[in-house]
């Protein structure tokens, strides 16, 4: 977008047809939102766009000899610079054989898989005698307290003890547990201690147990371990670690363990001043000596400053500039009508915190018709408790 | 719905937890709407009624002298009066090896994978150096040409020739070519002629070719077959024949072609006054000689009736009386500004009928908000031509 009007030919490659609005997959997860709603087509945010050639394509490899780029089916697009921003996946530590016990949220079949399995395990709960198995169904284990883990937690508190209410015969969703599992000793460890306590207070307020300082040792078909803690649960959410894509390697660029491309101040890789990496697939200590935080403002700023480098090329100015990071600030909520708002200066907590929560939210959006749509549901929900995506769909039934 | 406050227990058992609104699956299919906005979970449709117990379980049999049904986990729900409106899925007269060439539409999953697959198609062609093969996935053919043919014919010419004008860049969508094709000799066999033709000259109007009296006789990777014609394409989409449930082997009744069971007048099966079939698992001649039509309203009908039969039998009075089905009326829409509405005595043609078709769809969908949401969409699509729902989901990907 920051491209617009620079006399260059851009070719947009995404392996998936639609841009994805991340800070919101988890009220996917949690049938607050249809995936649609946080979803947009590449295609169609270009559309006037004469400069740019969307294509729908997995990027594999990148020849920086030759300068081109390798898709999956061996199609080979050229390049004069090239800007990576490839993201990252959820991470094990090392333990990918927890994936399938504990699915984590990156991709919108993500957040509806989970959807899918958090309503189940009440379906099933309410069809199984058994008081132990009905018991495990009925826990639900969140690994990870930063925001997403922080969200999904609250969120699933109140659908068990709110928006099910009522509708179950044979078992009192209210007795569902919800337990947050934390490697560190607070929960929403990136903002101020006070918001951290207010936030432990509101998860706990709302039914959730808050585990801190236990790491997770194992997952499995039938629930967690951590410490000397094993907690029988059949729904197990990962929201602990990520892994960056393989930048580093299609570049031949070194990485941190997480796998990010490490870069030189001006975004570039060193020894390759043609190709840009930037967003969660990349890490620089360009905040005021910390490393820049994997989030959507940050690599909206780095978009920026690659795209001002261009240009600057473009008129014949290659000298280096350092990006840095400025934060505007860190948002998170806790339930429908809680939520910790840290702007370094101004601090809030509460529906005063909820709504700014919100507002930032539908306005970060992409299209009128998203925002409508979401501050709906929004409505809907906080008046209502309705939630109104509930759909178990099955991956198996699918043609 | 209809045996609130009778002095009833009743178990509400579906394999899904959802209830859709069929008719506007193809909507779902063709991305102007998100699945959760035409579907409701039973169990919040239930919840005010504490005589419902609702279960998510998959009916596999009937002991009829034992009187219970058996779930695919084995456990067995007794009854007293067993009402089965267990539906139909696509079928392919006797060739299931097409199906996966040309998938129907009958479940959320059928929508979005059809949706995957004619965006995917758009995508696929961007990307094809070779003529011949980009015509095939610019080729979409639509077999059957009922309501559902008609519609997602009509709509599909609509995103080609409008919805993705300008954002592709090697090809021109506008090229695309749309084929619905039919064995009858008419679009919209259920409709009186001077309506079929209005609908075939507003589908040659959106640029679809119809071709009438035309058998397919074969559905492939690379295309489909009809008469003496192998047309190549890529997405082949079935919506030309059902088949029933299982039910009637369930119940040892008899049953038609398509599987569906043959009913006393008043709905229950030949010997077994306790079990009631209704809907499009039941055939029945109660349309003034003919044969009920296997729509909603139809459905809805008859689950009035089996409640009142039902209330009668409490109160002492079992004379069977027989069902008589009432038509009010068939709706069909062609694209985002014709439609054909046939109430027998009025005909409408054209935005009149459009409108009706709209008003009355809404009013039929549960829920303020389900009939909040489709009404913005359409609005939305109406205004501008843009589709929200446009995502190309993968199942493969999915954890």
């Not at 594999?60 to 490839?86: F, H, M, N, S």
């Not at 199984?128 to 018991?135: H, Q, V």
């Not at 936030?199 to 371990?225: F, M, N």
């Not at 060193?270 to 360009?286: C, M, N, R, Y």
Request: charged share 25%.
């Amino acid at each position: 977008m920051a491209l617009r009007g620079a006399p260059v030919e851009i070719t947009l490659i995404d392996r998936r047809n639609h841009h994805l609005f991340q800070p919101l997959l988890y009220q996917v997860a949690t049938a607050a939102l249809a995936p649609s709603e946080i979803a947009w087509p590449v295609r169609h945010l270009m559309r006037g766009r004469d400069d740019v050639t969307t294509l729908l394509g997995e990027v594999v490899g990148v020849d920086a000899a030759a300068k081109q780029v390798r898709l999956r089916d061996g199609e080979l697009i050229p390049y004069d610079t090239l800007v990576v921003a490839t993201g990252a996946r959820h991470a094990y530590f090392g333990h990918d054989d927890w994936a399938p016990f504990a699915p984590g949220l990156k991709m919108l079949e993500d957040a509806v898989a989970v959807r899918g399995r958090i309503l189940m395990a009440f379906e099933e709960a309410e069809r199984e005698p058994d008081p132990a198995k009905r018991a495990a169904l009925l826990t639900f284990v969140v690994i990870g307290a930063g925001p997403t883990g922080v969200e999904l937690a609250g969120t699933i508190a109140e659908i068990a003890h709110k928006s099910l209410k009522g509708e179950f015969r044979r078992i009192d969703t209210t007795q569902a547990r919800v337990v947050l599992v934390e490697a560190g000793d607070r929960v929403l460890p990136a903002f101020e201690r006070k918001l951290s306590d207010y936030a432990l207070r509101a998860l706990e307020r709302l039914g959730v147990e808050v585990e801190l300082g236990r790491a997770v040792s194992a997952c499995g078909p039938d629930g967690v371990t951590f410490g000397s803690t094993t907690l029988p649960a059949k729904v197990i959410i990962w929201a602990a670690g990520v892994q960056a894509s393989p930048a580093a390697a299609w570049l031949g660029a070194a990485a941190d363990k997480a796998g990010r491309v490490k870069l030189a101040p001006d975004l570039t890789i060193a020894g390759q001043p043609d190709v840009f990496v930037i967003g969660d697939t990349a890490t620089l200590d360009a905040w005021e000596g910390r490393p820049v935080p994997g989030i959507a403002p940050a690599a909206k700023q780095q978009g920026k400053h690659v795209a001002d480098t261009i240009r600057r090329r473009l008129a014949g100015d290659r000298t280096p500039r350092a990006f840095r990071y400025r934060h505007d600030g860190s948002l998170a909520t806790i339930g429908k009508r809680a939520a910790v708002v840290d702007l370094g200066a101004l601090q809030l907590t509460g529906w005063p915190a909820w709504w700014v929560w919100g507002l930032v939210h539908i306005y970060f959006l992409i299209g009128l018709r998203n925002r409508l749509a979401v501050a709906l549901n929004w409505l809907w929900v906080y008046a209502s408790g309705d939630r109104g995506a509930r759909l178990i769909t099955r991956v198996e039934d699918a043609l």
